[in-house]
C-alpha cells in the first residue's frame, strides 16, 4: 500500500530549540518528495522539494533530507522561532496504479513555546 | 506571487442545502485541484481538472461534483449538503511541466470551513 507516515504526531519544544520530524513513505516508484508548513486557518505553503538523485536540502534554518534507499525523510528545523508554530506535511509524488500521484501525510503539529 | 483565492474562509450550511466553493487563480495554470482536510486523515483528493472544462476523479468524490468553465476558476460543488461534509476545504493549483506532468509545485488557497448544520 502506498503510504506516508509522519512522526511524531505533536511536538512542543522551547523557543530557540532545534528539531527534527519524521517522514517515511512507501510510494514506489517515487518521482519526488515536499515538505509544506501549514499555518492555522492557512492553506499549505511549499518549504522544499527533493528528487531521487538529492539528499538534503535547505530553505532557511530548515533542512530537508532523504534516504530514498530506505525511503526515509527528515525536516530538521535550527534555532525555533514562534513563527515555526505550524503543522507540516510531507508529500509524495510517484507512480500508483499507472498514473502520477501525490500521496499526503497526515503532518506533525509543531509548537513553540517562549 | 501565485495567488490562490477561495469566496469564503467560513461557511455554515444546513444539510440538505446546495453548496458552491469557488477557487480562484491568477497565474494561468492549467491544473487546478479540490481536496479537504480533516484531523487525522491529512489531505484527500475530491476531484482535479487539468484543463477547462476538463474534470477527473480523486480519491473520495462521492457527493461532490466540479465546474471549470474558465481557465482561472474551479468550482466545487455539494449537491446536497450532509453533515459529513463538515470539513476544512482547500484549493490548489499548478503548472503542468514541459515532460507533461502535472505534479509541479502546489500552490494552496487559505482555505474554507465548511459547516454543515
Known amino acids: 500500500k502506498n503510504q506516508v507516515e509522519q512522526s511524531p504526531q505533536s511536538l512542543i519544544i522551547l523557543e530557540g530549540k532545534n528539531c527534527t520530524l519524521q517522514?517515511?513513505?512507501?510510494?514506489?516508484?517515487?518521482?519526488?518528495l515536499r515538505w509544506y508548513k501549514q499555518d492555522t486557518g492557512r492553506g499549505p505553503v511549499s518549504l522544499t522539494i527533493m528528487t531521487f538523485s538529492e539528499n538534503t536540502k535547505s530553505n532557511g534554518r530548515y533542512t530537508a533530507t532523504l534516504d530514498a534507499d530506505t525511503k526515509q525523510s527528515s525536516l530538521h528545523i535550527t534555532a525555533s522561532q514562534l513563527s515555526d508554530s505550524a503543522s507540516y506535511i510531507c508529500v509524495v509524488s510517484g507512480v500508483i496504479q499507472g498514473a502520477q500521484k501525490l500521496v499526503f501525510g497526515q503532518g506533525t503539529r509543531l509548537t513553540i513555546n517562549p | 506571487d501565485v495567488k490562490v483565492t477561495q469566496s469564503s474562509r467560513y461557511l455554515v450550511k444546513r444539510t440538505g442545502e446546495k453548496v458552491f466553493l469557488e477557487c480562484v487563480q491568477d497565474?494561468?495554470?492549467?491544473?487546478m485541484f479540490w481536496y479537504r482536510q480533516d484531523p487525522g486523515l491529512g489531505l484527500r483528493l475530491i476531484y482535479f481538472s487539468y484543463d477547462v472544462k476538463m474534470k477527473e476523479k480523486g480519491d473520495i468524490p462521492e457527493g461532490y461534483s466540479v465546474s471549470r468553465e474558465k481557465k482561472e476558476r474551479f468550482s466545487l460543488i455539494l449537491e446536497s449538503a450532509s453533515t459529513n461534509q463538515t470539513s476544512m476545504y482547500l484549493c490548489?493549483?499548478?503548472?503542468?511541466?514541459?515532460?507533461?506532468?502535472?505534479?509541479?509545485?502546489?500552490?494552496f488557497g487559505p482555505g474554507t470551513r465548511l459547516t454543515v448544520l
Open positions: 490548489a493549483s499548478s503548472l503542468t511541466s514541459a515532460s507533461g506532468s502535472s505534479y509541479n509545485e502546489q500552490f
Open positions: 517522514c517515511n513513505y512507501t510510494v514506489s516508484p517515487f518521482s519526488n
Open positions: 497565474m494561468d495554470h492549467e491544473n
